[in-house]
C-alpha cells in the first residue's frame, strides 16, 4: 500500500522546467481521462512551489488557506501537464497565485490559490458527527470482494493510496430515495513526509472521491452505466493543519441537483474532531441516451 502512495507522491513531485512553468507526469494506467484531484493536487503544489519563504524577515510561513478551481476540458492521461502560475500578488500578510493547467496548447484547468501567514485570532468549530470508529468498518477493497456486483465492473483491480471506510451506505447500490448524505473515513495508506504543503497537496487529491457520488444517492440509477459524470469545479478552504496520513472523516452533502448538475459539499475532520478543511464542489451528472 505504501507503494501505491509513493506513486501518487511521485506524481505531485512536479518538474520545474522554468521560473513558473512546471510540468507533471501522469500515472501509467488505463483512463479515460485524468483524475481531476491529480490535476487540482498538482496546481497546488506549482503555485506553493512559487513563493519563495526566505524572502520573509519575520520567519513565517505562508500557507494556503483556500483555493477555487474549474476543470474545463478533460485531462489526456497519455501527455504530461504544463502548469503556468502567475504569481498575481505578495502581500504582508496574504499571497495569491493563478494557476493554468495546458496539454496540447489548450487550457485544461485552472486554479486560484490563496496562503496566508501564520496568525493567532479568534476559533471555533463546528462539532464532528458521532460516528463508528474507521477500524470497526470494512475497507472498500473488502465491500467490493463481498459484492462485486455492486461496484462499477470497469474499477481498476490493483492496491489504492487511499484507504477508503464507508459510515454511511454505498453510493453504488440501486436503491432510489436515499438522502443525499454521505460520511466517509479516509486516509492516505501508508506514511507521509512531516511536510505540511504536502499533506494539504494529497488532501486536495483525495477530497475529488466520493464527493460527486453525495449527488446522485437519492436517485434510482446505476449511474455509472447511465449517467455521464464530471467534476465542473472544485473550491477547498484549509481551517488547521492537518494530516493526511491519518483518519479523517468526510462528512458530504448535496443541498440540489437539477440543469444535469449535483452540488456538493463537504467537512473534513480529523480522527480528534478538529476541523481542517472545508469543501465545496458542483459537478456534471447528465443523463445518458436520454
Keep these: 500500500m505504501q507503494q501505491a502512495l509513493d506513486a501518487v507522491l511521485e506524481l ?3 518538474e520545474r522546467i522554468e521560473v513558473n512553468v512546471f510540468r507533471g507526469h501522469n500515472p501509467d494506467e488505463e483512463r479515460a481521462r485524468v483524475f481531476g484531484g491529480q490535476v487540482c493536487a498538482q496546481a497546488l503544489v506549482a503555485a506553493t512551489r512559487s513563493i519563495d519563504q526566505s524572502q520573509r524577515d519575520d520567519g513565517k510561513l505562508s500557507t494556503v488557506h483556500s483555493l477555487h478551481s474549474y476543470f474545463l476540458r478533460p485531462g489526456d492521461p497519455t501527455v504530461p501537464i504544463l502548469y503556468e502560475v502567475d504569481r498575481i500578488r505578495d502581500g504582508r500578510s496574504f499571497t495569491t497565485r493563478r494557476v493554468v493547467a495546458i ?15 501564520e496568525e493567532d485570532g479568534f ?9 463508528p470508529e474507521p477500524e470497526s468498518l470494512p475497507s472498500r477493497a473488502d465491500l467490493r470482494a463481498e459484492q462485486p456486483e455492486i ?21 453504488y447500490k440501486f436503491a432510489p430515495g436515499r438522502p443525499p448524505k454521505q460520511l466517509v473515513w479516509m486516509k492516505a495508506m501508508g506514511t507521509l513526509p512531516d511536510d505540511p504543503a504536502l499533506h494539504k497537496a ?11 457520488d453525495t449527488a446522485m ?20 478552504w484549509f481551517h488547521r493543519p492537518v494530516r493526511a ?14 440543469g444535469s448538475r449535483g452540488f456538493n459539499r463537504g467537512t473534513v475532520y480529523a480522527h480528534d474532531g478538529t476541523l481542517v478543511a472545508s469543501v465545496a464542489q458542483e459537478g456534471l451528472i447528465r443523463p445518458i441516451n436520454t
Excluded at 103 to 117: E, K, M, P, V
Excluded at 153 to 169: C, F, G, K, L, S
Excluded at 217 to 236: F, I, K, N, Q, R
Design 12 to 14: 505531485l513531485d512536479i
Design 151 to 171: 461496484f462499477p465492473a470497469h474499477w481498476p483491480d490493483r492496491p489504492q493510496p487511499v484507504d477508503i471506510r464507508y459510515v454511511t451506505d454505498l453510493p
Design 245 to 258: 496520513d491519518g483518519w479523517m472523516l468526510y462528512a458530504m452533502d448535496s443541498p440540489s441537483a437539477n
Design 202 to 212: 494529497v488532501l486536495a487529491y483525495i477530497s475529488d472521491m466520493t464527493l460527486l
Design 103 to 117: 496539454q496540447h496548447g489548450r487550457a485544461i484547468f485552472n486554479l486560484a490559490a490563496s496562503f496566508h501567514i
Design 123 to 131: 476559533s471555533h468549530q463546528s462539532d464532528m458527527p458521532d460516528v
Design 217 to 236: 444517492m437519492p436517485h434510482a440509477s446505476p449511474y455509472y452505466d447511465s449517467v455521464m459524470t464530471a467534476s465542473l469545479d472544485h473550491m477547498m
